[in-house]
């Protein structure tokens, strides 16, 4: 038995449209996933981040050093006003950097770092004011 003209010309249809899938409307290739856009200038940027405690508000230094979009390096200073929270933001300064270096700074969004959940909220402050001065 012979396949129809029809049978023949849609196999032809599906195949052209599976070769173009990968192609621009200008006929060259397509990217399969683009590089994410880069908003922000290199260079080492600093801010101060607060929250409220129950013991007040308290407050962090912030300082990240971007290339390319990303967190290159990253420093905390704390400035405790109690012993709990000097703990806490001790803490938070030894394990910030695990959790932040190499990410995309639009992806930053800490919320809790060895086992300091009210710290993140000052880092995360500090982190929106950079943004802002980093992308001039």
């Known amino acids: 038995m ?3 003209r029809t049978l023949i010309t849609a196999l032809a249809g599906v195949g052209l449209v599976g070769a173009l899938t990968g192609c621009a409307a200008d006929g060259s290739a397509m990217a399969e996933d683009p590089a994410p856009q880069n908003d922000y200038a290199d260079g080492e940027y600093s801010a101060t981040g607060s929250y409220v405690s129950p013991n007040g508000t308290e ?11 990303v967190v ?3 420093a905390v200073t704390s400035h405790p006003t109690n012993p709990n929270t000097e703990q806490f933001q001790g803490r938070f300064v030894q394990g910030i950097a695990d959790h932040v270096v190499g990410k995309n700074l639009d992806e930053l969004s800490v919320t ?7 710290t993140s909220g000052g880092f995360n402050d500090a982190i929106e004011q950079i943004k802002a ?3 001039g």
């Open 133 to 135: 001065d980093a992308r």
């Open 2 to 4: 012979r396949p129809s």
């Open 112 to 118: 809790k770092v060895s086992g300091s959940s009210l």
């Open 59 to 69: 407050t962090i230094d912030v300082s990240v050093t971007l290339e390319g979009g």
């Open 72 to 74: 290159a390096d990253v």
